[in-house]
């Protein structure tokens, strides 16, 4: 989808994994953009690299194991992610981000307001500690003030999300990378979880990258999603279309997937998805789970091609799976 406009887009943005002197392409060129406001989703299978290319559009791949190359832009200005140190002027203050496991992103030694008091100067954190504690209220959380003493690990896995969102909002940043926000989470607490990023889209005009494998989550929060299959944006369109009528084979095997309350048969998909060393193969990466797969989609990686009304799908056959094809009867 083209970036123009947006609030953060990227333009061919790739990450490769440095090993024994070769690179290993994770995530082939990828252009992905944030509306002002909106919610833009990233689904796909547990290591198809949605979460490197979180990670990556914040600087936050270490260059001695990762190679990123291409650009992104944030507000038309073009992130510096090659200088470490430049990032730190978007990192938290512009563009923040939550990660799965919110207990690896403390650390153990320090308390909850700790971790919002580094790095302040010592008359500066009074105001800090009330508008650290009036934060952690409005996220929910029970008696805040005792919170702010806790440890992360005396926490919760729900509680500790909320600090973390909390944390993330601080400095005021206009858009927010949440990283399966929801994941370890019971179904409760991830309800909640989802209101708070809610009302935060809503009320405080935040912009969020949802990335995630879970298809509920992505239908319920983003206006337009990216669907993504070994390292490939495989299709993308506003969440209404591309829920409507799917084009690709792999989405059409995500919706069809989908765990719902009924006596019916839940359909699987067959097969697995290509290991790291096979991303890189002449073809469709889909091409040996896709039942419609020909000839062409062996040799050759299909072309992102337009589908009408801003829906692109990367698909040698979309007519197979689009309206009146064999996807609808999927669904």
């Not at 206009?174 to 989802?194: G, H, K």
């Not at 390292?231 to 506003?238: F, L, P």
Request: proline letters at 6%; a neutral charge; aromatic letters at 6%.
């Amino acid at each position: 989808m083209n970036g123009t406009g947006s609030l953060f887009y990227t333009k061919e943005l790739s990450v490769s994994l440095k090993e024994r002197g070769r690179r290993l392409p994770v995530v082939f060129p990828t252009d992905i953009a944030v509306k002002d406001g909106g919610c833009t989703g990233v689904i796909g299978e547990s290591g198809c690299g949605k979460s490197l290319f979180g990670r990556a559009v914040l600087g936050l791949l270490t260059e001695r194991k990762w190679q990123v190359e291409g650009e992104a832009f944030f507000k038309g200005e073009r992130l510096p992610l090659e200088n470490d140190r430049e990032m730190d002027a978007f990192r938290g203050r512009r563009m923040s981000m939550i990660v799965q496991d919110p207990l690896s992103a403390f650390d153990p030694r320090m308390t909850v307001g700790a971790h919002f008091m580094e790095g302040l100067k010592r008359r500066e954190r009074k105001e800090r500690y009330r508008e650290a504690v009036a934060r952690l209220g409005r996220m929910l959380l029970k008696n805040p003030e005792s919170v702010m003493k806790q440890y992360p690990f005396e926490l919760s896995g729900g509680m500790l999300q909320r600090v973390m969102i909390a944390l993330s909002l601080f400095a005021g940043p206009e858009m927010m990378i949440a990283d399966e926000p929801t994941t370890a989470l019971d179904s409760t607490v991830q309800e909640e979880i989802l209101q708070l990023l809610e009302g935060l889209l809503g009320e405080g005009g935040l912009s969020l990258l949802l990335i995630s494998h879970d298809l509920k989550v992505i239908s319920r929060m983003a206006d337009t999603v990216y669907v993504m299959y070994a390292g490939r944006i495989v299709e993308c369109g506003t969440m209404e279309e591309v829920q409507r009528a799917p084009l690709h084979p792999y989405t059409v095997g995500l919706f069809s997937s989908r765990p719902a309350f009924s006596k019916e048969r839940l359909l699987a998909m067959e097969g697995r998805p290509p290991l790291l060393e096979g991303l890189s193969e002449p073809g469709c990466a889909f091409a040996p789970r896709c039942p419609s797969a020909g000839e062409a989609c062996r040799k050759e990686v299909p072309s992102f091609g337009a589908a009408g009304g801003g829906h692109l799908v990367r698909c040698s056959r979309p007519e197979a799976w689009g309206a009146g094809g064999r996807g609808r009867e999927a669904q």
